[in-house]
């Protein structure tokens, strides 16, 4: 008799551990989630003072126009990119999408940044077009996204830790992609 209630409380213990692994895992990803949230909040509005600095900077660039196309097309790529990881914030594939949408975006803005000077000095553009730059909501973004990378690699190194990626495995816990 004292063999079965030795097993039974080993059984126990086993099955309390395993539902506490899952909820720790649980609860990291709403954390992703949660970031992820902020993430999407500061995407959108840099998204609107790039589109609106694009818009200002139009009348002025007149035939290099082919610039600010490309960031037009590389912002409407990081929102498709958003779309498809808010979806699943967890996901790796779609964080791999952004990460590269955004890389995409960079470049672009680089060469817009760079050509700009010499265009804004041949149109007499006005000083206000090169200080509203979007550059505050870029260094909010990357706190935010500072912040995801870190609930992600908790998440991801708490997978990875014996033996909570028995129960990682068996409830379909999957590693999740920063950005």
């Known amino acids: 008799m004292s063999t079965s209630w030795f097993t039974l409380i080993i059984a126990a213990t086993l099955l309390f551990w395993a539902v506490g692994a899952r909820n720790r895992l649980v609860r990291m990803r709403n954390d992703i989630t949660v970031c992820f949230g902020v993430v999407?909040?500061?995407l959108q509005q840099r998204h609107t003072l790039l589109?609106?600095?694009v818009e200002s900077l139009g009348p002025v660039l007149g035939e290099h126009a082919s610039e600010l196309i490309s960031v037009k097309a590389a912002c409407?790529?990081?929102?498709?990119a958003s779309e498809h990881l808010l979806a699943k914030p967890v996901a790796a594939q779609?964080?791999?999408?952004?990460?590269?949408?955004e890389e995409t975006l960079t470049a672009a803005r680089a060469r817009l940044t760079?050509?700009?000077?010499?265009?804004?000095?041949?149109?007499?553009?006005p000083?206000?077009?090169?200080?509203?730059d979007p550059t505050s909501a870029d260094n909010t973004l990357g706190f935010a996204r500072r912040e995801f990378n870190r609930a992600t690699q908790s998440y991801n190194d708490a997978l990875l830790e014996f033996p909570t990626w028995i129960?990682?495995?068996?409830?379909?816990?999957r590693a999740a992609g920063t950005l």
């Open 127 to 132: 000083q206000t077009l090169t200080t509203s």
């Open 51 to 53: 589109v609106q600095w």
């Open 167 to 173: 129960v990682a495995g068996l409830f379909g816990f």
């Open 114 to 125: 760079t050509a700009l000077p010499s265009w804004a000095a041949a149109a007499q553009a």
């Open 94 to 101: 779609p964080a791999a999408s952004l990460r590269m949408a």
């Open 40 to 42: 999407q909040t500061q």
């Open 76 to 80: 409407q790529q990081v929102q498709v």
